[in-house]
């Protein structure tokens, strides 16, 4: 069964940074993504990486977040930076296996305060 479990999120203030990590329990011999829902909000896709380390981020989150992975570890990072409060939400880890089949974390909760 495929685990994925989230750490490092918090409080931090507008500016401030954090960095997420996402353990799988399983080879992420996939595409790894980070996904965001606010309060109130649709899930919304932040970022995501290949397994050859192409990268994909939201218009909202270029140039201040940085998706990076260490296979080895089977492990995916989100690097975030600059914070907003509208950065606020709860952050989930997500893996899509090429035959489709796709599995989530619990989230980890970032709220930034202005």
């Known amino acids: 069964q495929v685990q994925l479990v989230e750490s490092g999120g918090g409080l931090v203030q507008a500016g401030g940074s954090l960095r997420l990590s996402c353990a799988a329990s399983?080879?992420?011999?996939?595409?790894m993504g980070w996904y965001r829902q606010a309060p109130g909000k649709r899930r919304e896709l932040v970022t995501f990486?290949?397994?050859?380390?192409?990268?994909n981020y939201a218009d909202s989150v270029k140039g201040r977040f940085t998706i990076s992975r260490d296979n080895a570890k089977n492990t995916v990072y989100l690097q975030m930076s600059s914070l907003k409060p509208e950065d606020t939400a709860v952050y989930y880890c997500?893996?899509?296996?090429?035959?489709?089949?796709?599995?989530w974390g619990k989230g980890t909760l970032v709220t930034v305060s202005s």
């Open positions: 997500n893996l899509k296996r090429p035959g489709g089949s796709e599995y």
């Open positions: 399983v080879s992420i011999f996939s595409i």
């Open positions: 990486i290949t397994y050859s380390g192409i990268t």
